[in-house]
């Protein structure tokens, strides 16, 4: 069975960092782009940042650009999403996702086979 088992989220304050880590399992890591979506409350789900399969290409959505770095482990098929700068419009849900090879820019959900259940992010002072 395909897995996506996120982790990482919690309670941060504005300007502060964290790190998502997600990883996988039931596929073949190196042939899949892996991405990130969130879901703030009473919004609907946007894509954040995609990397693609080898050589890891990176995508990001404008609300983060600048703020936010997707890398792959692919020796321990884990995928991180580190958050920088944050600000209590980063607080939501984040997914991870996956999809063969490439990274589509806009990023759609319907575009993406795989889903992790979630990990929350808390941007409050």
């Known amino acids: 069975d395909v897995q996506l088992q996120a982790s990482g989220g919690g309670l941060v304050q504005p300007g502060g960092s964290l790190r998502l880590s997600c990883t996988a399992s039931?596929?073949?890591?190196?042939?899949?782009?892996l991405g990130w979506f969130r879901q703030a409350p009473g919004k609907e789900r946007e894509g954040v940042s995609c990397?693609?399969?080898?050589?890891?290409?990176?995508h990001y959505s404008d609300a983060v650009k600048g703020r936010v770095t997707i890398s792959r482990d692919n020796a321990k098929n884990t995928v991180y999403l580190q958050l920088d700068s944050l600000k209590p419009e980063d607080t939501a849900i984040y997914y991870c996702?996956?999809?063969?090879?490439?990274?589509?820019?806009?990023?759609?959900?319907?575009?993406?086979?795989?889903w992790g259940q979630g990990t929350l992010v808390t941007v409050s002072s």
């Open positions: 990397i693609s399969a080898v050589p890891g290409m990176s």
């Open positions: 039931g596929f073949i890591f190196t042939d899949y782009a």
């Open positions: 996702t996956s999809r063969r090879f490439a990274c589509p820019s806009p990023m759609k959900e319907d575009q993406y086979a795989h």
